[in-house]
């Protein structure tokens, strides 16, 4: 049985706002993509299936705006910050159980330079926790794609992380 659409925004509004954040990095991006995957999700309310995770098809229509807005424009004219200062601002603002604040925020710095599907990947399997056959059933790509994905961005990640040690 649906909810009332009030009920679904209360509930998962936090979680839409910690991946948006982790997708983008601006804060202006971030409230522009939460915005307007809320627009969608109300406007297509009646295509969810209550039986599935509301969470699951949330998370695909924000990735898929991501996507459209990433293939739209050229990615350093959206998602780049306009200084350090403003950069220094959004990572501090995103919540992290982390109990090394420096290591915090070399890993999220880490993790923004990753192309938009590898991001996407990390982003989706280790904050949020999806398995490698949710993403593949998410993103609409099959599991090989998914490993691939995941493998590929540790590497880099190990690459760019060697750098500050």
């Known amino acids: 049985m649906k909810k009332p659409i009030e009920k679904y925004i ?4 936090l979680a839409l706002t910690k ?44 990735v898929n705006t991501y996507r459209d807005k990433v293939r739209r ?3 350093g004219k959206i998602w780049k910050f306009p200084s350090a200062e403003e950069q220094e601002k959004v990572i501090i603002s995103i919540p992290s159980e982390e ?16 192309t938009p599907p590898l991001r996407e990947a990390i982003v989706l399997y280790y904050y949020r926790g999806y398995s490698v ?4 059933e998410l993103l609409n790509i099959p599991e090989g794609t998914v490993k691939s994905r995941l493998s590929t961005a ?8 060697s750098e500050y040690e």
């Open 133 to 136: 056959l949710e993403l593949a």
């Open 154 to 161: 540790r590497k880099q990640l190990r690459k760019e992380l």
């Open 10 to 13: 209360s509930e998962y509004s």
């Open 73 to 75: 424009y050229e990615r």
């Open 19 to 62: 991946l948006c954040i982790s997708l983008t990095d601006r804060r202006e991006d971030a409230e522009d993509l939460f915005q307007t995957t809320w627009e969608k999700a109300i406007r297509n309310i009646r295509r969810y299936d209550a039986e599935k995770p509301f969470e699951k098809w949330l998370f695909a229509i924000c």
């Open 99 to 114: 109990k090394d604040a420096d290591t915090s925020i070399v890993l999220k710095d880490a993790v923004k330079k990753l």
